[in-house]
């Protein structure tokens, strides 16, 4: 089986402080693992993803995330947080399966 | 290219009623996925497609049935709507299981 858990279903940063979106899984296999982002009356897009390599993965509007095995971790962090970043952020994993799993999403609010 | 569009983006049903929605992407993707977004569920697969022709079940199928008869449209039909189903439907693309999904901009259904 797999699963995501997001901790914190809302999470309140200031503009320019760091951002730091918690994200642990469960996968019987090595995962594929996804950060996307929804902003209000959209879709999901991909923020980024780990496949296999390389552990920090960069992805777009300066949002990066590690993928820590003895941790199951994929945390998603920014240095500096914008207005615009205000949005709901999902992980969801592949741990060999035909589908994803989603984890219930995190509202990020910023703050002037 | 105009990606994954979905028909209709807002719809109103009494309870029972019936209604398909429909899925199209211009992407020649070979898997297509149906999920539902409710506040603080995140996104629950409901059906998906491996290829044309081909359907499968999600985590939450009941109630719903899909067809892929051509492999650019996936429908999803409720045949007797219930005040439950009341959400917002998104459907998504990919090439093959691990790659990054993309999704239309959704359908907010209500059941009265």
């Known amino acids: 089986a797999q699963s995501v858990t997001q901790l914190g279903s809302h999470v309140s940063v200031s503009e320019g402080a760091l951002v730091l979106l918690r994200c642990n899984y469960s996968?019987?296999?090595?995962?594929?693992l996804f950060w996307y982002v929804q902003y209000p009356n959209q879709g999901l897009q991909l923020l980024l993803k780990?496949?296999?390599?390389?552990?920090l993965v960069k992805g777009i509007n300066g949002f990066e995330a590690e993928f820590k095995k003895s941790e199951t971790s994929f945390h998603l962090t920014k240095p500096s947080a914008h207005m615009s970043d205000a949005a709901e952020y999902f992980c969801?994993?592949?741990?060999?399966?035909?589908?994803?799993?989603f984890g219930k999403g995190t509202m990020l609010l910023v703050s002037p | 290219n105009a990606g994954v569009t979905q028909t209709p983006k807002f719809r109103v049903l009494k309870t029972g009623q019936s209604m398909t929605l429909l899925c199209a992407q211009d992407?020649?993707?070979?898997?297509m996925y149906w999920y539902r977004q409710d506040p603080g569920m995140g996104l629950r697969l409901i059906h998906y497609?491996?290829?044309?022709?081909?359907?499968a079940k999600g985590e939450v199928p009941d109630g719903y049935n899909v067809s892929r008869l051509k492999k650019q449209n996936f429908l999803l039909g409720l045949e007797s709507a219930a005040p439950s189903q009341t959400s917002v439907y998104f459907c998504?693309?990919?090439?093959?299981?691990?790659?990054?999904?993309?999704f239309g901009p959704g359908t907010r259904l209500t059941v009265t």
């Open positions: 780990y496949t296999t390599g390389a552990t």
């Open positions: 996968s019987s296999v090595p995962p594929y």
């Open positions: 969801a994993v592949n741990g060999g399966y035909s589908t994803l799993t």
């Open positions: 992407m020649n993707h070979e898997y």
């Open positions: 497609s491996v290829g044309e022709g081909t359907t």
């Open positions: 998504a693309t990919s090439r093959d299981r691990v790659d990054e999904q993309y």
